[in-house]
């Protein structure tokens, strides 16, 4: 049965796309960006430029990009601003972290060192493992935001944006559970003028953001957003929100499998991860405070995917245990192990074995361009809140309180593209499939 269309304001005007960290995954993205405005390169990785979606019956053949078939912002719309700890701009940045290779930098070399980032909000009470002089210095919480605040105006007015979305592309900070000065927006605002040790830098950008009426997208496992204060003022503003922490290596790894074991009823007793990286990510998750946040992030997905309790013959008390080693040779190419003991039929045990060998950034650029160009599609469709439908990017899901998370990545990417045929006012598809045979 087909649904009622949402109306989308269509992307007029320019977007401008707010990255908090001009580090190794911001200078892949916004490299990947000018490269392909050049017609160079593809965007692997990318289900708004490279995904279709199926609309009708299979025997109905329409099978539009997604980006034909919802309104999205057009890559020659991007304009980049950022926030770092450095001052480095965004040619130099790309050019540290080694990621993209010098020669394709060289091609866009003009375009990313127009890209100059702000002084940002940052304290080392929050990530240990860094320290940089391009920071701001303010009175109080408050007025960091303000001076946040004061730098996306001078941006609109700069570039003449018609729009913009933040997305956190910074360090994982110091493990966080919500407090009293998280409970409502009073709170928090309260907490901002008296320097509240809760209030984490995330934090204050996703306020400055939210003020504005700006989308904002966790891609750390932070608490940030996932608090009753900064959901209260999404609401307020009807401004959509998601997170939490990119989905990108060896959990993506863990989100196809453990689908895959379950969906075969095939019992586990037991998944060892381990990792090297020798990014400035693992420069920071070699830090104890930091790591929790990160391991709280990877350590809940296969509880949520294999459900112990509904099968408890197949999975009560594995054991699942995660390392993540900090080895500056690897540079931002990370290496992940797994071992995985598996059962089957009668109890007899086997063995899956993976060796990843990923580069972070390369996963998680169009990551941060999905989720740029699908905030801006919700805001302009009118959805505030919390947007599970993007928990597809996801290592943790932001959900309303008191709901589970979906971790299981062909569930999620269902959960995605059915919003979209909604949206539109397709048909939703359930795979039934038995119409074909009435």
Known sequence: MMGTRTAIAEAEGKLGVLLVGLGAVSSTFIAGVELLKKGIGQPI??????????????????TPRIRDFVPLA?????????????????????????????????????????????????????????????????????????????????FRAATGVSRMVMVWCGSTESFLRPGAVHASLADFENGLRANDAAIAPSMIY?????????????????LTVDVPALIELAERKHVPICGKDFKTGQTLMKTIIAPGLKARLLGLTGWFSTNILGNRDGEVLDEPSSF????ESKLSVLDVILQEEIYPELYKDYVHRVNIHYYPPRGDNKEGWDNIDIFGWLGYP????????????????????????????????????IQEWLSFYFKSPQTAPGLYPEHDLFIQLMKLKNTLRFLRGEELITHLGLEYYD
């Not at 990785?45 to 329409?62: A, E, F, P």
């Not at 950034?361 to 805001?379: E, G, K, M």
Request: glycine fraction near 6%; hydrophobic fraction near 45%.
């Open 350 to 385: 086997m063995q899956i074995k993976i060796n990843f060998l990923c580069r972070d950034s390369i996963l998680a650029a169009p990551l941060v361009l999905d989720l740029a160009l699908l905030l801006d599609l919700a805001q302009r469709a009118g959805m505030k809140g």
């Open 292 to 295: 929790k946040t990160k391991e």
């Open 74 to 154: 057009d890559l020659d719309a991007l304009v980049f601003g950022a926030w770092d700890i450095f001052p480095d701009n965004a040619y130099q940045a790309a050019v540290r972290a080694r990621v993209v290779e010098p020669a394709l930098l060289d091609r866009v070399q003009p375009e990313l060192e127009a890209v100059k980032p702000w002084p940002a909000v940052f304290s080392r009470d929050y990530v240990k493992r860094l320290d940089g002089p391009h920071v701001k210095v303010g009175a109080h919480k408050l007025d960091l935001a303000d001076q946040l605040m004061a730098d996306i105006h001078a």
């Open 206 to 222: 996703a306020y400055a953001a939210l003020s504005l009426g700006i989308p904002f997208a966790n891609g750390a496992p932070n």
């Open 45 to 62: 990785g990318s289900l708004t430029q490279l995904g279709t979606i199926r609309l009708g019956k299979r025997t109905d053949k329409r």
